[in-house]
């Protein structure tokens, strides 16, 4: 089945701990994307990449890490400098087109608890 | 900078009832994207529909259909023959042409009474 994966679906962290972040998709999209989301609220962009060996910081990227060193893998890892990790992690892809038009898809998420 | 509102923080409709969720954006571009995303009790974000500001027809999906007024900035989504499976979180969400970011509003909580 093509699609974008996400492990795990629940991590638990203890403060003063990195965690990484599992985003997997076999659609053969250029781009990918991290968001955050918490509760009550809609998401916010962390981090995005548009191609290999490139990333760029979106709105709320402080205390987070990205790479992409494969095109189908984004891994996130949230640092111990991320002062309240605890949230609902999304990855993203998308096929970038011409004039900008390309839409995002979904993986079904990380639920991130720091104890 | 581009924000997006969502006014109803939760509506509720009869099965079989339509229902029109409103949503209001900021911008001062010409070039952008408008889209409507379902987030149902599993939380995975699903594409219900999308709207290209330069197009003049509103976009149709089935039963999902959208309100675009560019002047008014306004993207309202109207989801017809409410089905118990339609509750969910839908949030409206915008996006620049030149930009890779898109920006969501805060969601609005769609209840389907039986």
């Known amino acids: 089945d093509g699609g974008i994966t996400q492990s795990p679906k629940y991590l638990f962290r203890k403060e003063g701990q990195n965690v990484t972040l599992s985003c997997e998709q076999n659609l053969n999209h250029d781009a990918m994307y991290w968001y955050r989301q918490d509760p009550g609220q809609g998401l916010r962009l962390i981090y995005y990449s548009q191609i290999v060996n490139d990333f760029q910081k979106g709105d709320i990227a402080e205390g987070y890490s990205v790479s992409r060193e494969k095109k189908e893998s984004f891994p996130l890892t949230v640092t111990s400098a991320q002062k309240n990790p605890t949230a609902f992690y999304l990855c993203?892809?998308?096929?970038?087109?011409?004039?900008?038009?390309?839409?995002?898809?979904f993986g079904p998420g990380t639920r991130l608890t720091v104890l | 900078a581009q924000t997006v509102t969502q006014s109803q923080p939760e509506m509720s409709v009869q099965e079989a009832e339509t229902v029109t969720l409103s949503c209001t954006y900021d911008t001062s571009e010409s070039d952008y994207y408008l889209f409507w995303y379902k987030q149902p009790p599993s939380r995975q974000m699903i594409l219900v529909i999308r709207?290209?500001?330069?197009?003049?027809q509103n976009a149709t999906e089935n039963r999902f259909s959208v309100n675009f007024q560019k002047a008014a900035k306004s993207f309202s989504l109207k989801i017809s023959d409410s089905q118990l499976g339609d509750a969910a979180m839908y949030f409206c969400?915008?996006?620049?042409?030149?930009?890779?970011?898109?920006?969501f509003g805060q969601g609005t909580r769609l209840t389907i009474n039986p």
């Open positions: 969400a915008y996006r620049s042409g030149g930009a890779q970011k898109l920006v």
């Open positions: 993203a892809s998308s096929i970038l087109e011409a004039g900008g038009s390309d839409t995002q898809y």
């Open positions: 709207q290209e500001a330069y197009k003049q």
